[in-house]
Each structure stands twice: as C-alpha cells, then as structure tokens.
C-alpha cells in the first residue's frame, strides 16, 4: 500500500498541472502571470517522480527494469527536457497534453514493477544505460512534437484551432526543435548502438546476441539517419518528417518496451 501511495504523488501532481494548464488554455487566459506556481508545481512533480523512480531501480548494486519503469524513466527524462525547454519556447499547450501520459507512466511502475534484476557495478553498463535512457527521452519527445505538429496541420488546413493547438508556437518554430532534438538524440542513440556493439562483454558481460531488441534498435537508427540525410539534401519537412520520426520512435519504443510487454504482461517471464 504504501508503495502505492508514494507513486500516486508525482502521478496526482502531473494531473494536477494538466488541469491546471488545461484551464487556463480553454479560458484563454495569459499564463505568464501563472507561470511561477505552476512551474514550481510541475518541478515538484519532477523532484518527486525522481526519487520514487531512484526507489524503485536501485537497491544497492542491483538494477531493477522492466516494462513499466522503462516507461516511467522515459517520461520523466523527457520531461525533465521538456520542463528546461518551455522557458525558451513557448510550449504549453504541449506541455499540457503530456501530463496524461506523464501521470500514467509515473504510477505504472506500482501495479507493473517489473522482474529483471542485473548488476548495475560495471562503470560501462551505467554509461550505456544512461546514454540509452537520454536517446529514449529525447526521441520520446521528438515523437510527442511530430504527433502535435500533424495535429495543428490538420486543423490548420480546416480552418478550425482548439485552444491547446492554438496555443502552439508557429509550426515552422516547432519543425525546427523537432530537428534539433532529433539531431541530438541521434547522437546518443549512436553511442548506445557502438557501446553495445562494440563492448558487449563489458556492457553487459556476454557477446554480442542478434535478437529483437538489437534488430529494432538498429533500424531505428537507420530510420532516424536517413530522415536526417533527408533533411541536409533534400530538406525533407512537413508530413514526410513526422512520418519518418514516428516510424524511427516506432522502431525505437518495440525495441525495449515492446519486448518487455511480450515477456512481462503477455507471457509472465523476466
């Protein structure tokens, strides 16, 4: 129970902060003034989420993973981005969209807290994972901005905003961060790719093994440097760049979480 409680924290606090933005944004109202408690809000959501994720991954030099706290990890670092980036840009509207999935990612991890359980002492496993977890955050919210992005195209092209869209920095803005995180995240997805490669022993203290997880990994790699390629040469936008980024997170997320939820949920197997 109590385990149950402390993930409802940061999980009640994201939805509180959707609520919140949610209601200014339908009333139209200048969040500036807002601003200040909500951020201080959404960063305790962020402080808390932290620590209960921390809880629930380490227990001395052993890793605790599974579906559910991939998920949870994903989110919060994505948003821990997120958070950094809507003081430059003006994002709240899809700021405030990503609560829901932050809420039910951040409680996930009590009902699913997962079985696979590895040393976490080898100094190179703790950087693949790190490095890993910031290309998974970073390409979760490239994903997040080109579902947005497709959604203030469409209503754009029927002449019909609702307030969150409406809210959007101008798409051109939007395509531009969405490059930019692509870019840096492609970078850290190609170190997760060599370390693993390259130092498998080290990583992860076995030979290197071609099975889902690799497959998906490196077509995801694939995907994302040929949407950049496309971007430098032929200035690949709109639609054509959403779809490639989709496609690439796709990849990414069967990658990882896809194969947890077969093994975890489907066939109850560490």
């Known amino acids: 129970m109590s385990g149950i409680l402390l993930h409802l924290v940061p999980s009640s606090t994201y939805a509180l902060v959707g609520l919140i933005q949610w209601h200014l944004l339908r009333n139209l109202q200048d969040r500036g003034a807002n601003r200040f408690p909500v951020s201080i809000l959404l960063g305790a959501a962020l402080l808390t ?3 209960v994720l921390w809880l629930d991954m380490f227990d001395g030099s052993t890793l605790h993973f599974g579906l559910a706290i991939a998920l949870s990890l994903t989110l919060w670092l994505a948003l821990v981005m997120y958070f950094a980036e809507s003081f430059v840009t003006p994002i709240d509207s899809l700021l405030t969209l990503a609560m829901l999935p932050a809420a039910l990612c951040a ?3 009590a009902v699913l807290p997962g079985s ?3 040393s976490a002492d080898g100094w190179a496993f703790r950087l693949h994972f790190v490095v890993a977890m910031l290309a998974y955050s970073l390409f979760t919210l490239a994903a997040l901005h080109a579902v947005m ?11 019909r905003l609702t307030s969150p869209i409406g ?3 101008p798409l051109l803005t939007l395509e531009n961060l969405l490059f930019r995180l692509i870019g840096v995240a492609f970078i850290f997805l190609t170190l997760t790719v060599g370390s693993g490669v390259l130092f498998s022993e080290q990583v992860f203290g076995k030979p290197l093994t071609i ?3 690799t497959v998906f990994t490196i077509i995801s790699w694939l995907l994302f440097g040929i949407l950049l390629i496309g971007r430098h040469l032929r200035g690949w936008r709109g639609r054509v760049a959403q779809r490639w980024t989709l496609a690439g997170f796709v990849c990414l997320f069967l990658a990882y ?3 947890r939820f077969v093994l975890e949920v489907l066939l109850h197997k560490p």
């Open 107 to 109: 409680f996930l991890p």
């Open 116 to 118: 696979m359980h590895v």
């Open 149 to 159: 992005m497709a959604v203030a195209e469409r209503q754009l092209h029927h002449a």
């Open 49 to 51: 989420h932290g620590y």
């Open 257 to 259: 979480a896809g194969t």
């Open 167 to 169: 809210g959007l920095p």
């Open 211 to 213: 099975n889902h997880k």
